[in-house]
């Protein structure tokens, strides 16, 4: 799972299937159904941006939906149960929606909206994994969050496709409905607004931009390690930061010396090492200041 891990840790996978192209729901579905019958789990990936994976792997079928990328239209998005089928640009309710595989990178679909002078996602531009996976994570950046743009979603359930309208509410901080549903998001649809190209360009750059200037991709990582909780008073890469734990190591796992909040793979790390490194310092900021950080990196497979 190294090869599949923005972190660049994890041991194999005891399957690893990725179907390629428009045959991935039907395979998917099949594959879903077997399973489920056979009693053998099922781990959906997006981009692994989120995750740190055991040492000693997954057990089970990880069913990687990286071949299955790109906008779709209409007609593939009226697949399942014959609910609304909404058209792009349909007058109602929204009247500019775009339709993503769940594969999608997040930076491509930021380019095919901006490709469009659709407004909505710019928020997104840099950071890494998929939409179906951004859309389970509930990902934010920038004061903004999948909730805010996401009309409508297709899951596959063991048992087939449905179309499911998501409401505001059923969204929270870091968190989505789809995480307390055993489904595989099949494809997502963005309600965006017109916009203006240059302005839309502008503010896509400046969030790459910004990425950059904070070391996102200087090492390997999954992103902020800890959720940002409003009741600390302040970020919580500070917090570490002012325990002076910034640059602190375990084996490979490293708090980035530039960033309290990234813990990074500086170089043979193991998961091992990174949950160690995680445990150290939710005891440290436990400690010293009372509070208990909440993770963010999903921790998956055996870890003891
Ligand atoms: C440098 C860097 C910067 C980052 N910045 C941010 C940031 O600003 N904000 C933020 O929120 N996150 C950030 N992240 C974390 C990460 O990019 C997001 O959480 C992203 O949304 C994860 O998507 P993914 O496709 O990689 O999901 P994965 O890591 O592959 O999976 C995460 C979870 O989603 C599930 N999942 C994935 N795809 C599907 C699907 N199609 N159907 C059902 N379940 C699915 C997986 O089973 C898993 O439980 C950052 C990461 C990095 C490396």
Known sequence: MSDHTTFKTGGPADLWIRPEGECFPEYAAML??????????????????NLAVSDE??????????????????????????EEVPTPYSPLPTPHSLFFRAGTSVDDAVEIAAARSLSGMEFLAGMPGSIGGALWMNARCYDREMADVVRQVKVLEWNGIRTITPKKEDFSYKKSPFQGMDCLILAVSAALEEGESAVIRETISARRKDRETKGHYRCPSAGSAF?????????????????????????????????????????????????????????????ETGMELEREILFTGNFY
């Open 32 to 49: 879903l159904e077997s399973a489920h019958n056979e009693r053998i789990p099922v781990f959906v990936l997006g981009g692994g941006a």
């Open 57 to 82: 792997g997954i057990r089970g079928i990880v069913l990687d939906t990286g071949g299955y990328a790109g906008e779709m239209g209409s007609g593939e998005w009226g697949m399942g149960n014959g």
């Open 227 to 287: 959720k940002n909780n409003r009741a600390f008073g302040k970020p919580t890469g500070q917090i570490i930061d002012e325990l002076g734990l910034k640059g602190f190591r375990v084996g490979g796992a490293q708090v980035a010396p530039w960033h309290g909040n990234i813990i990074i793979n500086s170089g043979g790390a193991r998961s091992a090492d990174i949950l160690a490194l995680v445990k150290m310092v939710e005891d440290r900021v436990k400690e």
